[in-house]
């Protein structure tokens, strides 16, 4: 688990972190280009510059309180099944 953590510069690209919890993390600068986060926990994580290539997202847990700021790509990610408001769809 991740939760409550500052992870900077991190390449999490082709991992599997299926059920991670990333609860009240601050990621920046993080890489999870081809990275399978099937029901990650993003609940009130803030997200600045992070990169979602690739990445499958589906059925992540998402709160209103978690932040998008600079998502770098999220070119063929796949976010189905993971609730977003309107403001987080257009920030990703």
Not at 6 to 29: E, K
Not at 70 to 89: C, I, M, N, P
Request: proline share 0%; charged share 25%.
């Amino acid at each position: 688990a991740f939760q409550q953590s500052i992870v900077r510069n991190c390449d999490f690209s082709n991992s599997d972190l299926r059920g991670a919890s990333f609860f009240d993390a601050t990621l920046t600068d993080s890489n999870f280009e081809n990275s399978n986060l099937e029901n990650v926990n993003l609940e009130m994580a803030q997200l600045t510059r992070v990169s979602f290539k690739n990445a499958v997202v589906t059925d992540a847990y998402v709160s209103g309180a978690t932040i998008f700021d600079g998502v770098k790509d999220v070119e063929g990610s796949d976010w189905s099944e993971t609730y977003l408001r309107a403001d987080q769809k257009k920030l990703l």
